[in-house]
């Protein structure tokens, strides 16, 4: 996760502690040598909607095999264990769990910041009360686009009003909460519609995600966008955060899953500004790139541990058979032992770039799924040869 704001304005959120820390440097196992990973825990795979980019392939079917709640709770008491700062619920849609309130309230009691991820297409005002008053940090929306657009991705007629009535109920009542957004073919022209909307809305942040090819998402590999409309849809953004800032609008601005975002602001601004170059390539060198598989992993509902959320045919144990904790530090596993030491592994231009120890090799799950090889080259990385330093 790149924050554009923070690197081009210094601005602090909560995650900014997280992701740009002196402590993270060389972490094997966690944000930093003292705290574990940042975990996504998709609750449920049951959801309401039907996205054509969902990773977990959800759908309005019961699942069997989650979690029941005394499954979850132990899983949490192990989460605190192990010092995990944050809990992302996510699904499916987490807020159909009928527990998902008493989860949530029970890991912050743990001092696990609970967050989370949703359509926001279930939440009125008494939800976005509850889920206030329990104490979730964030509320991230998923929206793909503006009305129609929306609903064409979400696979439901109405799914943005409602997503909207839900993002104006967590504005009532003070809750934060952000969008979530897939960079596509069929959406990259609402860019500036986005930006207007979150400013009409008040609505505090926005993450800008490009496209990861896992679940339903694979069917959408020949709709991503090209390497020339990611540097237009980056130009983009930083340009409009920048007008946020100049206007003294307060926008928490952020790109995910392509961490050749952050380089790419760099080496913009160098001809530009060479002193907040200096401070991008600081900042990002801090961040370390990708970190799945160090800082960031998964749980599936039936309680598997992941990589991250999209990499969830890689599997390191099950929290119902052994600690997160435990599993998370045995390196007798090829792939999380790979992730947290992987230049040595990395092939093609990855192996090669000049700034591998800024990116990481970028997302693992989209090489493997366009080469079949875990280890290749990100084919989303954007950055000629001559820039990262092949020609």
Same mark, same amino acid.
């Given at each position: 996760?790149?924050?554009?704001?923070?690197?081009?304005?210094?601005?602090?959120?909560?995650? $900014?502690?997280?992701?740009?820390?002196?402590?993270?440097?060389?972490?094997?196992?966690?944000?930093?040598?003292?705290?574990?990973?940042?975990?996504?825990?998709?609750?449920?795979?049951?959801?309401?909607?039907?996205?054509? +980019?969902?990773?977990?392939?959800?759908?309005?079917?019961?699942?069997?095999?989650?979690?029941?709640?005394?499954?979850?709770?132990?899983?949490?008491?192990?989460? @605190?264990?192990?010092?995990?700062?944050?809990?992302?619920?996510?699904?499916?849609?987490?807020?159909?769990?009928?527990?998902?309130?008493?989860?949530?309230?029970?890991?912050?009691?743990?001092?696990?910041?609970?967050?989370?991820?949703?359509?926001?297409?279930?939440?009125?005002?008494?939800?976005?009360?509850?889920?206030?008053?329990?104490?979730?940090? %964030?509320?991230?929306?998923?929206?793909?686009?503006?009305?129609?657009?929306?609903?064409?991705?979400?696979?439901?007629?109405?799914?943005?009003?409602?997503?909207?009535?839900?993002?104006?109920?967590?504005?009532?009542?003070?809750?934060?909460?952000?969008?979530?957004?897939?960079?596509?073919? +069929?959406?990259?022209?609402?860019?500036?519609?986005?930006?207007?909307?979150?400013?009409?809305?008040?609505?505090?942040?926005?993450?800008? %995600?490009?496209?990861?090819?896992?679940?339903?998402?694979?069917?959408?590999?020949?709709?991503?966008?090209?390497?020339?409309?990611?540097?237009?849809?980056? $130009?983009?953004?930083?340009?409009?955060?920048?007008?946020?800032?100049?206007?003294?609008?307060?926008?928490?601005?952020?790109?995910? $899953?392509?961490?050749?975002?952050?380089? %790419?602001?760099?080496?913009?601004?160098?001809?530009?500004?060479?002193?907040?170059?200096?401070?991008?390539?600081?900042?990002?060198?801090?961040?370390?790139?990708?970190?799945?598989?160090?800082?960031?992993?998964?749980?599936?509902?039936?309680?598997?541990?992941?990589?991250?959320?999209?990499?969830?045919?890689?599997?390191?144990?099950?929290?119902?058979?052994?600690?997160?904790?435990?599993?998370?530090?045995?390196?007798?596993?090829?792939?999380?032992?790979?992730?947290?030491?992987?230049?040595?592994?990395?092939?093609?231009?990855?192996?090669?770039?000049?700034?591998?120890?800024?990116?990481?090799?970028?997302?693992?799950?989209?090489?493997?799924?366009?080469?079949?090889?875990?280890?290749? @080259?990100?084919?989303?990385? %954007?950055?000629?040869?001559?820039?990262?330093?092949?020609?």
């Amino acid at each position: 996760m790149i924050s554009v704001t923070k690197l081009l304005f210094d601005t602090e959120y909560f995650g $900014d502690s997280l992701r740009y820390s002196q402590g993270s440097q060389g972490a094997r196992h966690g944000v930093t040598h003292d705290a574990g990973p940042v975990v996504v825990w998709n609750s449920t795979r049951t959801c309401n909607l039907r996205c054509r +980019h969902c990773y977990m392939d959800s759908d309005a079917s019961i699942y069997q095999g989650e979690l029941t709640t005394p499954e979850a709770k132990r899983f949490i008491d192990d989460l @605190a264990e192990f010092r995990v700062p944050v809990l992302l619920f996510s699904g499916g849609e987490p807020l159909i769990r009928p527990d998902f309130f008493e989860l949530a309230a029970y890991a912050a009691d743990k001092n696990i910041r609970p967050t989370l991820s949703t359509n926001g297409t279930l939440i009125t005002r008494e939800v976005a009360q509850r889920i206030k008053e329990i104490g979730v940090g %964030y509320v991230g929306i998923s929206l793909d686009g503006l009305r129609d657009v929306n609903d064409h991705f979400r696979g439901k007629q109405g799914a943005f009003t409602a997503a909207m009535n839900g993002i104006q109920n967590c504005v009532a009542v003070g809750q934060r909460v952000g969008l979530r957004f897939t960079v596509n073919q +069929h959406n990259l022209q609402e860019l500036d519609s986005i930006f207007d909307f979150i400013e009409e809305e008040k609505i505090d942040r926005v993450c800008f %995600y490009h496209l990861v090819y896992s679940g339903r998402g694979q069917q959408m590999m020949d709709e991503d966008v090209s390497p020339a409309e990611s540097r237009r849809a980056m $130009d983009k953004i930083i340009a409009r955060t920048v007008d946020f800032e100049q206007r003294g609008l307060k926008k928490e601005i952020l790109t995910v $899953d392509n961490h050749c975002d952050g380089i %790419y602001m760099y080496l913009k601004m160098l001809p530009e500004d060479p002193q907040r170059a200096a401070r991008i390539k600081q900042l990002i060198s801090l961040n370390g790139g990708n970190r799945s598989g160090i800082a960031f992993g998964e749980v599936d509902p039936c309680g598997y541990v992941h990589p991250d959320q999209f990499t969830q045919h890689h599997t390191f144990g099950n929290v119902r058979e052994r600690k997160f904790g435990e599993i998370w530090t045995d390196l007798s596993q090829p792939i999380l032992a790979g992730l947290k030491n992987r230049q040595g592994l990395l092939q093609g231009r990855c192996a090669a770039c000049r700034f591998l120890d800024r990116c990481n090799g970028n997302f693992r799950t989209r090489a493997e799924a366009v080469t079949g090889d875990f280890w290749a @080259a990100d084919p989303a990385c %954007y950055l000629t040869d001559e820039e990262i330093g092949l020609v």
